[in-house]
């Protein structure tokens, strides 16, 4: 009876919980704002995600689901760059699950769903199209390509684990980025405004084909200086889910979103090139083309550090 229970609420995950906060693959990141690079310098960071969603959606009023109780993970995430230049830099970032799962409920007792393991590999170039000094202004693009190298058919006995719930998405995807970036002359106030696409391949793997819908992240913040190491910043997110799609393009019912989120951060630095960073996202409205489980919230915190291996100073 619990393997028919089981199996029943992984046909339903499969089918209904695609644009939560334990979405396939890795999870946006990010360091908030950021300083400018130069020919030779490498930037390192690492930062630890938690999320939590415990409430049900139909389109954007709050349900009850009495079978799943909440949906969460914690990720670690590992992100280098180095810059070929003085506008054009490599990057790299892989990351691992520590856990990924849902709480469910069966017969009024809770039982546990979930996995750990290494999520994507993600690779990309960013270009600078402006770079100011005085005051500082940059103005980049960027792409990349997510790699699914981690787990995907992880299972639990016997069955495998929804696609929602697996360390990697196990899509190919790719992602192109407009960003930019100014500061006051004494760098104490700033604003950034960002634009992020991605794209996914097919996922046509054994009994599966499976293809996620388009995303697009848009955000605007404002930063401030409140002390000379420690820095304030307040974004607005807007996320757009596309609805995913099976086998001869049928529309995955339920499945897209758009919401509205906050996203406070605070910035210490250590030194110019030594910066710890922390964040919270909490969404502000949300709207579901089906019943979902909603985000409550996101934390996030990390370390971002730089080194030079080349020292000769070159023009902008």
Not at 54 to 68: R, T, V
Not at 247 to 262: C, H, K, R
Request: net charge positive.
């Amino acid at each position: 009876m619990k393997l028919f229970f089981i199996f029943a609420l992984c046909f339903f995950c499969c089918v209904d919980l695609n644009a939560q906060c334990c979405s396939a693959g890795n999870p946006v990141a990010g360091t908030g704002f950021e300083s400018s690079s130069t020919k030779g310098e490498w930037q390192v960071s690492s930062a630890m995600k938690y999320s939590l969603s415990d409430q049900y959606f139909f389109h954007d009023s709050k349900i009850d689901n009495p079978y799943i109780l909440k949906s969460s993970f914690l990720y670690q995430n590992l992100w280098t760059s180095y810059s070929i230049s003085n506008r054009i830099s490599l990057s790299a970032e892989a990351g691992y699950f520590y856990d990924k799962s849902q709480k469910l409920s069966f017969n009024d007792e809770p039982f546990r769903l979930g996995t750990s393991g290494i999520g994507d590999i993600t690779v990309g170039m960013k270009f600078i199209a402006i770079k100011k000094v005085k005051p500082v202004t940059q103005l980049a693009f960027s792409a990349g390509t997510k790699i699914p190298v981690g787990a995907f058919h992880q299972s639990v006995d016997g069955i495998t684990i929804p696609v929602s719930l697996q360390p990697s998405s196990g899509a190919f995807r790719w992602t192109a980025t407009a960003s930019f970036q100014r500061l006051s002359a004494d760098q104490s106030w700033g604003f950034a405004l960002q634009a992020m696409l991605e794209l996914s391949s097919e996922i046509n793997k054994d009994y599966l084909i499976y293809r996620y819908g388009p995303f697009l992240r848009m955000n605007a913040g404002l930063m401030h200086r409140v002390f000379p190491k420690i820095n304030v910043s307040l974004f607005g997110v807007f996320d757009v889910r596309g609805k995913d799609s099976r086998e001869f393009d049928q529309v995955v019912a339920g499945t897209g979103s758009y919401s509205v989120l906050i996203q406070p951060w605070i910035q210490y630095a250590f030194s110019p090139d030594r910066i710890l960073f922390c964040n919270v996202e909490s969404p502000v409205y949300r709207y579901f083309y089906g019943e979902l489980l909603g985000n409550k919230l996101a934390a996030q915190i990390g370390f971002r550090a730089s080194f030079k291996t080349c020292k000769k100073k070159e023009s902008i």
